[in-house]
């Protein structure tokens, strides 16, 4: 029997070169020409890893007692890609023969290929690739190879639609009921009795209604729809970037979520005709979204942080912006552009109130000195931007919040001197010294205030968490609310509902009572 010459594959370039490479002599004639069938070399039992495979068989024979057998390194693609056995195939011998094995049985595979005569053929490249196809079928599901920068763009793709993904469903959280119906296309069955028969006397809410804590920072304002037929919703800013419309008389769920302010939102008004929002905030940008798509129709930069917005209630298309600047800005919503501004000399605008007509507007200040509070009201000619007075409030006290009656010529001024105040809006817009509505705690909030629709009624947050309700004829309180436990900022009596007030605190909730 022939002997064969043999050696232990090692990946390591130490070995002996002479060792490995053994010449072989080649004579097709004495080669053995017949018909095998290709078997498994390897039983299972010899554990037979891939890792343990990658040398191919050369065998030559000279037809003398000396006969050499060669071993050669296979390729790189072999060691990878022919470690495993094929099926049994038929094939027939050629002048040489290679053979795949594990190297740990090599002398087990020799021994059965001596007794049973069979020497396998010289496989073609292409019966080699349909063998170890047909061998493993897994191989024919392994993913190709993609670059690392196709990967990058493909992992930046995912995330931008998960943010999207996150961002539509933010913008469009909608409570399951209502998630097909739009904002404006339901009239509320609570309130269509009270659309017809205008009430004559507002009362007191004392019980709540809903409790609502889905904000996340304190809310700054919160705002009835000013159309009759859709006051059901309830519009609210936060701190926490987000604007949202609830259903504040039926359900008390969140309807729409708007996401298009990166700062606090400090401001949002609803348009006259209750199908747009306008919102503006620290992030210095002023945004009119439409409120069923949630597009922006305007969105840009006031140039300085907005803390207060009004629309003209005789020209929808127009409204006013103040904020940390010396001058408040008027903006045409048809061309998005600047059609006046006001300057007033002053550090910070706190709230703007359009009196009835729209043709004169006041705005309060933080121009507060130490001996004087010139300028703390001022009281402007829309058409012409002059300054009509300011030598309305001589108190040294700042007014975050303004409020006009809704059917005397009154409009009152909350102050940082925990009272209220009333004022003519005619010119000289002198103050009432005989009444003065105090008993609630402002301490630098921006606490609001209200007139109850029928106009009998105030409404204030305090900074204690309570609502305050004071007579107006008489300035005396009335009725004391532990409405939050927290800053009460914000308060809202219902336009049609005569016994429905919504207030909001610094810690997040909303509150509906009656």
Known sequence: ?????????????????????????????????????????????????????GLELKVASTGSSNEEYNWHRTPNYAQRHFCVTPRPTEMSLNDETYFQFSKSNKKNALDLMQKS???????????????????????????????????QKEEVTHESKDNTEVLNSGINQTAPEEQQLSLLSKISDFIKPYLKNQHKTSDIPKHSVFHISQHKGPVTTIQW?????????????????????WNAIETGRCLKTYLCHSGAVRDVQWSLCGRQILSGGFDSMLHLTDIETAKQIISVHNGCQITCLAFNPENQS??????????????????????????????????????????????????VSRDSADRTIIAWDFQTSAKISNQIFHERYTIPCLTVHPKESFFLAQTNGNYMVLFSTQRPYRMNKRKRYEGHKVEGYAV???????????????????????????????????????????????????????????????????
């Not at 004579?27 to 498994?40: A, E, G, L």
């Not at 919703?233 to 987000?242: I, Q, R, V, Y």
């Not at 305090?462 to 009460?488: E, M």
């Open 448 to 514: 609001g205030c209200e007139f109850s629709p029928d106009g009998t009624l105030i409404a204030t947050g305090s900074a204690d968490g309570t609502v305050c309700f004071y007579n107006y004829l008489n300035s005396k309180l009335v009725y004391t609310l532990p409405a939050h436990k927290q800053a009460c900022t914000n308060v809202s009596f219902h336009p049609v509902h005569p016994s429905i007030l919504a207030t909001c605190d610094w810690s997040g909730e909303i509150k509906v009572w009656q």
């Open 1 to 53: 029997m022939n002997s064969l010459v043999t050696y232990e594959s090692s990946d390591s370039e130490t070995d002996n070169d002479k060792s490995e490479e053994v010449k072989f002599l080649q004579r097709k004639d004495d080669f053995v020409h017949s018909k095998f069938q290709f078997q498994p070399v390897f039983p299972t039992s010899t554990g037979l890893e891939s890792s343990q495979c």
């Open 225 to 245: 729809c000013p159309v009759q037929q859709h006051s059901h919703l309830l519009l609210s800013a936060s701190m926490d970037k987000t604007i949202k419309i």
């Open 318 to 367: 127009v409204f006013l912006s103040g904020g940390f600047s010396s001058t408040v800005k008027a903006w045409d919503t048809r061309n998005s552009q600047i059609v006046n501004e006001y300057n007033a000399g002053i550090q910070q605008t706190l709230d703007i109130l359009f009196l009835p007509g729209g043709k004169e507007f006041l705005t309060s200040t933080d121009a």
């Open 117 to 151: 005569d069979r020497i396998p053929a010289k496989v073609e490249p292409s019966a080699q690739k349909r063998l170890f196809q047909d061998s493993v079928p897994a191989a024919r599901n392994v993913k190709p190879y993609i670059p690392k920068r196709l990967r």
